[in-house]
């Protein structure tokens, strides 16, 4: 079982930049292990690769990572040579998470097409392959369905460490890419909708996380003691009014509060409870890497201070 890690995303758009520093610095000296950004478009949050970079100038030793990248927003080529950039500058503190888009609303913005899901998925692979040779450190090449490269090379420095990747999915074939090709594993939601409503409900289940889980095992074998399992939680709630906020917020998603409580991306509770429960889900899914959104950072933080690196 791997040791606890816990994360942040910045969903949002801080008020100042000086305020995006500022969670970031936070999240570091309350000893969370990453923190990072979505890649979204609009102007409710700032751009990843140019985020992180200002990020990881902005701290000293925390993981700067993307939660995660569309891969039909960027050539592979070029995607590796912003991470390898951005390793370099944050003195090989990277986790870049790349996805096959899903967000239908991304695609209307930016009028790029979205390709079935077969496809993106297809691409997603080519792009991990290519994504792994950059790293490397030597010159390389490449021939796809979808990608050709000849001859190329991106920065590198000798002793950093090689950027973590991480791959997440909520079906079994991005489930299975993320086993071969993932440093860290995300276990999420199916977002086949392209958007998150309702029937999201269905996908958060303890049964439909099992069901996930059984595929990562499998998949992953011998190597899951090497692997980080990730959870990007969807509500973090700690204190004596958890229970009242759980029971209130519940039925706009058609559920009772007990039935809220049970999904495993749901983390409320008193401190003890919630610790209680994370060790539990670490023993049932193998979940060890827990990621919370920026501004549930602080009443977070004792849970991380109790279980980080246990």
């Excluded at 979505?38 to 409710?44: A, I, N």
């Excluded at 701290?59 to 939660?67: C, L, M, N």
């Excluded at 239908?104 to 899901?117: Q, R, W």
């Excluded at 509500?235 to 039935?259: H, L, Q, R, S, Y």
């Amino acid at each position: 079982m791997r040791s606890f890690k816990f994360g942040v995303q910045i969903s949002r758009k801080p008020e100042s930049f000086s305020e995006f520093c500022e969670i970031g610095r936070k999240a570091e000296d309350l000893g969370y292990f990453s923190v990072g950004i979505p890649d979204h478009l609009g102007g409710d949050q700032y751009s990843p690769i140019a985020g992180l970079t200002a990020m990881a100038m902005a701290t000293r030793h925390i993981t700067v990572g993307s939660f995660v990248l569309c891969n039909d927003f960027r050539h592979p080529l070029i995607l590796a040579q912003e991470i390898a950039t951005l390793n370099i500058i944050s003195g090989g503190r990277v986790e870049v998470g790349v996805g096959a888009g899903w967000k239908d609303s991304d695609y209307v913005s930016s009028g790029i097409a979205k390709e079935k899901a077969s496809i993106r998925i297809a691409k997603l692979e080519e792009t991990l392959k290519i994504l792994k040779l950059a790293l490397s450190g030597s010159n390389f090449g490449f021939e796809g369905e979808y990608y050709r490269i000849e001859d190329a090379s991106v920065p590198n420095e000798e002793g950093l460490a090689r950027p973590r990747i991480l791959v997440g999915g909520g079906g079994p074939k991005m489930l299975r890419l993320a086993c071969k090709y993932g440093d860290v594993v995300g276990v999420n939601a199916n977002l086949s909708a392209g958007s998150v409503g309702p029937e999201l409900v269905a996908e958060v289940g303890p049964e439909a996380f099992e069901k996930r889980v059984d595929i990562v095992k499998s998949e992953l074998g011998e190597r899951i003691s090497d692997v980080d399992i990730q959870a990007l939680t969807f509500i973090v709630k700690i204190g004596d009014d958890a229970d009242e906020f759980i029971d209130e917020m519940a039925p706009m998603f058609g559920v009772t509060g007990d039935v809220a409580r049970s999904v495993p991306i749901v983390v409320t509770g008193s401190k003890d409870r919630v610790i209680e429960g994370l060790l539990e889900r670490r023993e049932r899914y193998g979940f060890n890497y827990f990621v919370v959104h920026d501004d549930e950072l602080e009443q977070f933080a004792p849970v991380v201070e109790v279980l980080s690196g246990k």
